[in-house]
């Protein structure tokens, strides 16, 4: 059974940084993975995510040169890093593992869900 910890939220002021962590039980090794918020009454949407064996990282383009997914990431640890970080980037975030095909940013087409760990904005 694959498992998903976040952690790494907390409550900054706007243009301050956070970096989240996504710990995965088992072997991550080629797996896509996604990143996620939710914020109050929003629906899910999709943050970033990164698909090693193509080689390839998307983000959205809401956080598009704040946020990243750096290449240091440890053994069976995702991370990403938020800079520049704006009142309306407060949510809930999660990591999720994809299975199924389809757009990088549906939430349906992945499986493993963590969750989560709130980032709070003030301004």
């Known amino acids: 059974q694959v498992q998903l910890v976040e952690s790494g939220g907390g409550s900054v002021q706007a243009g301050g940084s956070l970096r989240l962590s996504c710990e995965v039980s088992g072997n991550m090794y080629r797996r896509s993975i996604g990143w996620f918020r939710q914020g109050p009454g929003k629906e899910r949407e999709g943050v970033a995510a990164i698909y090693p064996a193509a080689g390839i990282i998307y983000y959205a383009d809401s956080v598009k040169g704040r946020f990243t997914i750096p290449q240091d990431n440890a053994e069976n640890t995702l991370y990403l890093q938020m800079d520049s970080l704006k009142p309306e980037d407060t949510a809930m975030y999660y990591c999720?593992?994809?299975?199924?095909?389809?757009?990088?940013?549906?939430?349906?087409?992945?499986?493993?869900w963590g969750q989560g760990t709130q980032v709070t904005v003030s301004s």
């Open positions: 999720a593992i994809k299975r199924y095909d389809g757009i990088w940013s549906d939430p349906n087409t992945y499986l493993y």
